[in-house]
């Protein structure tokens, strides 16, 4: 590669230059941001599963109605993000073959089954709150195309959030029943969550090129305490109390100190062998297969209609 060529690249991001899909670029950069932009559309695709089991089961109709808007924004989402991977030259059906081939991944907190309502909620709250958390520094990513979509997708999470925070209050507030419904969904999805930050920063293998590169902008570790730290207060305002007994407020650092996350369980999981990963995986395949007609009736229209334009 040319090195005055790798030297301008990197001063265009060390001055916060956006990097635009015809800009020369390190193959390395291409490589990693397809990497993750893919697995972002693919987390966004799949997270509509588990949610989605709860649409015909929502509790009332307002509530059936802001589940089927929150799941339908995840659908634009990962739209977008395919569109952003795709002006880095490669297509839709390349990266879903990748996805179902286990060659790319999705966020492992998709591989959990939603048991009760109150997953709704806690899904709603903490995974669309965590992601809130990952996808803001997202906004001010070097690639413009990916930024350019965190921006919208940003929005409509804050949506997302709210709504399952709406939904924890209304149990808490609830008969016994409903607290403990909502205090048994936390209990199963908090570390779970605190995993969608990714390995511990010693542990990333990817982190020390995409903090050079500006795609990340914080470290995962980082992140990850900064969610502990907005949402500790959050559950305490519901009343419920979080599975992890060392939790303790240190004074002086004002951080939240939180015991060890099972590396060994976020390793299977995001090795294939989570609670749902074969069933989102067959899902997303029967959905993909089931689609087909659609995508040749909608290119065979298009032919017609570029035939019928050139006369
Ligand atoms: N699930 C599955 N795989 C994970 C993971 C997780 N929770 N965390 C990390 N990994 C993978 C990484 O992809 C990487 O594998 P790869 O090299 O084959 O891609 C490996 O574990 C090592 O992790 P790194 O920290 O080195 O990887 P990254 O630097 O890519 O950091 C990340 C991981 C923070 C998730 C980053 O990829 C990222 O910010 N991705 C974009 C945001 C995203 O994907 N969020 C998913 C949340 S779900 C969502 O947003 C939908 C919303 O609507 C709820």
Same mark, same amino acid.
């Given at each position: 590669e040319d090195a005055a060529l790798a030297a301008r690249f990197q001063a265009?991001?060390?001055?916060?230059?956006?990097?635009e899909p015809n800009d020369w670029m390190p193959e390395a950069y291409r490589k990693t941001l397809i990497r993750q932009i893919a697995q972002h559309a693919h987390s966004e695709i799949?997270?509509?599963?588990?949610?989605?089991?709860?649409?015909t089961r929502a509790p009332s109709l307002k509530r059936k109605a802001a589940l089927l808007a929150k799941v339908q924004d995840e659908g634009g989402h990962g739209l977008y993000l395919?569109?952003?991977?795709?002006?880095?030259?490669?297509?839709?059906e390349e990266l879903f073959e990748m996805l179902i081939s286990s060659r790319q991944k999705y966020s492992s907190i998709f591989n959990y089954p939603t048991l009760s309502w109150?997953?709704?909620?806690?899904?709603?709250?903490?995974?669309?709150?965590?992601?809130?958390?990952?996808?803001?520094p997202l906004c001010r990513c070097s690639y413009g195309p990916y930024a350019r979509a965190m921006i919208r997708v940003c929005k409509e999470e804050s949506f997302h959030q709210r709504q399952g925070f709406e939904i924890m209050l209304t149990l808490s507030?609830?008969?016994?029943?409903?607290?403990?419904?909502?205090?048994?969904?936390?209990?199963?999805?908090?570390?779970?969550?605190?995993?969608?930050f990714g390995p511990s920063d010693k542990e990333s293998a990817n982190t020390d090129a995409t903090m050079r590169w500006k795609i990340k902008r914080f470290t995962?570790?980082?992140?990850?305490?900064?969610?502990?730290?907005?949402?500790?207060?959050?559950?305490?305002h519901l009343g419920l109390t979080l599975p992890d007994p060392d939790l303790k407020f240190n004074e002086e650092t004002q951080h939240w100190e939180f015991g060890e996350i099972d590396w060994a369980e976020f390793k299977r999981v995001v090795a294939g062998d989570g609670p749902c990963n074969k069933q989102r995986i067959k899902q997303r395949? =029967? @959905? /993909?297969?089931?689609?087909?007609?659609?995508?040749?009736?909608? =290119? @065979? /229209?298009a032919e017609k209609r570029a035939a019928r334009a050139r006369g």
């Open positions: 265009k991001v060390d001055a916060e230059e956006k990097i799949v997270g509509m599963l588990p949610e989605g089991n709860w649409i395919y569109a952003a991977a795709e002006t880095l030259g490669v297509s839709r109150a997953d709704i909620g806690v899904i709603g709250w903490l995974v669309d709150g965590a992601a809130i958390m990952n996808q803001i507030r609830g008969t016994p029943e409903q607290k403990a419904m909502a205090q048994d969904a936390l209990n199963r999805w908090w570390w779970p969550v605190l995993m969608m995962n570790d980082e992140l990850r305490q900064k969610f502990v730290d907005a949402t500790i207060p959050q559950a305490q395949k =029967t @959905a /993909y297969e089931g689609g087909a007609w659609v995508r040749e009736a909608a =290119t @065979a /229209y």
